[in-house]
């Protein structure tokens, strides 16, 4: 397989990525459409691989990037890491927090509180996964990364069955966050602070970097043979079956993000990384890949937009007091399309809106990296 081709299939695995994560993120209206639902709790969804896959694919890419380390010194080396780690975390924390204004009771903008600014978060995660598992990738041998990756799981799935039990509330993440950076930084989505994207909850996702790593060095030097299309689907079908029973006992859980649910989002992700080089690389099939292409190639960007465009139309309002977020969605959308297919047309509609800019950036050869 060409090095061309190897990002082709990258790209598309991390567009297609970002492409429903913008859809199942900005349903608007007052009832959504419920395929695109996470599990309430226990269970697994199409929609909880999203961001889990995420993460896989920013191990793929490092296997392409860090063999760009070689030759630069070790002060190099750690300086980028710490600055695309940090800068990635910074870029989330301040779009949780962008506007940085709102209006008070009696109708006045106001400056948001950092009192009350959400710590962690979806690009926080990414930021720290990447972080530490690129110092696990660079600074150990694959033996040990392969041994820290197994006390990552099975220390998280002993902490947690030492430190509570399986509950929203109950649970021993919960108690450390609130411990590290109180009620006020955390999440309240749930309807009490609890955040999915926790502090504890890390060390397990850095697991799905490490397998998406592996698989990416995998077809970097062998992705031309058929037998490393046939390891990785292999590797794939086993962790789903481990992951299987391992939910007996742990179970699979997205916003708990258990180890079983590593395990079994990994094992999908294998499934589809495996079919999609057999198909770009052993199929005359690969006309379709073009859409998702345009994801892949600005991932960070795209997202950024895809929340800079809804969190804006909420913030503008007409002479009447009235968001254009909400004009747009029930004067338009909910109008024509009441429910959920309405919320679910509104999500497609802004994802285009997203592609469209980031086919014209790929025209223009403008692509934004951190």
Known sequence: MTTTQRFTALDVFRGMTVCFMIIVNNQAGAISFEPLEHASWHGFTPTDLV?????????NAMAFTMPKFVGKSEAAIM??????T?????????LYWFPFVKLNETGEWVAKPF???RVFGVLQRIALCYGIAALMI????????????????????????????????????????KLMIGENHMYKGEGVPFDPEGFLSTFPSVVNVVIGYFAGVLLRDKGKEYEAITKILLAGAVLIAVAYFWNYEFPINKKLWTSSFTLYTCGIDLLIIGGL????????????????QVFGKNPLFIYLLSDFIPI????????????YSSLIVNNIFQK????????????????????????WMDKKRVYVRV
Request: proline content about 3%; hydrophobic content about 50%; overall charge positive.
């Open 138 to 177: 660079h600074y150990l041998s694959k033996n040990a990364v392969i041994l820290l990756s197994a006390v990552f799981l099975l220390g998280y799935w002993a902490l947690m069955c030492w430190g509570g039990d399986y509950t929203m509330l109950g649970n021993l993440q919960i108690h450390i966050d």
């Open 79 to 84: 300086g980028k890491i710490l600055k695309r």
């Open 312 to 323: 804006t139309l909420g913030l503008l309002r007409n002479a009447e007091g009235k968001t």
């Open 277 to 292: 080089v057999f198909v770009l690389d052993k199929t005359p099939y690969t006309n379709w890949t073009g859409f998702f």
């Open 115 to 117: 009192a009350n600014t």
């Open 336 to 359: 024509t399309m009441p429910g959920p297919w309405g919320a679910l047309v509104y999500s497609l509609c802004l994802m285009l809106i997203c592609w469209l800019v980031g086919y």
């Open 86 to 94: 940090f800068l990635i975390f910074l870029i989330g924390y301040l």
């Open 51 to 59: 961001f889990p896959s995420f993460l896989f694919a920013v191990g």
